[in-house]
């Protein structure tokens, strides 16, 4: 359903390759100011991965043969707070190229897809732009994601695969923000702290 009315965006259904876009009120820590990018969206529920965590580990030291593809910083981002001990890999792949006939990748949207890390980098190395492996997800179940978007909790806006590798990713919030323009660009400057202000 669009909202047609004066000064309102207009609302972006879910599905693969659109962002989540956390709004400056939501608190909880494991989504406070982040951007996901949805993978699946079912009835039966939603899948994501948060673009703008970086944790300490880096590719090289998890999945060695992985971290030649693996765009900056080559470090392993925090997915969501679902199962932290699974890999999940997005890439990017250049233009022209198709996931057909390539073992281990399954499209998402566009030129962005999922890769299976059991798979052989080699034959990917010449055809993407890089990718980002995630440890953990985020997960909702049959109607959660749609409930927490209806209570004002995640703005739902159009991604870019290059917000996939970002090597940006400090203000990737702000960042995909400002780029929606008036009203939801003005939020990129809500402050962390409301008394900091």
């Known amino acids: ?38 993978v699946e969206h079912r009835s039966q529920g939603s899948l994501g991965v948060v673009l703008n965590r970086p944790s300490e580990a880096s590719v090289q030291e998890v999945l060695p043969a992985w971290s030649a593809l693996a765009a900056a910083p080559g470090s392993v981002y925090v997915g969501g707070p679902v199962d932290g001990t699974t890999a ?48 953990g997800y985020s997960g909702w179940d049959a109607g959660q994601l749609d409930g927490e978007i209806s209570r004002g909790d995640w703005f739902v806006v159009p991604g870019l695969p290059d917000d996939v590798t970002s090597g940006r990713h400090a203000d990737l919030w702000g960042r995909v923000l400002r780029r929606q323009g008036p009203p939801l660009a003005l939020l990129a400057t809500f402050p962390v702290e409301m008394g900091l202000n």
């Open 1 to 38: 359903m669009r909202d047609e009315r004066p000064g309102r965006q207009a609302a972006t259904p879910v599905g693969p390759g659109t962002l989540l876009v956390a709004a400056p009120g939501l608190s909880d820590p494991n989504f406070s100011r982040t951007v996901v990018y949805v």
């Open 88 to 135: 999940l890999c997005l890439a990017v792949l250049k233009p022209g190229e198709r996931p057909d006939g390539l073992t281990g990748v399954v499209s998402v949207n566009g030129p962005v897809a999922l890769v299976d890390l059991d798979s052989d980098p080699a034959p990917l190395r010449p055809r993407i732009r890089g990718l980002r492996v995630f440890a």
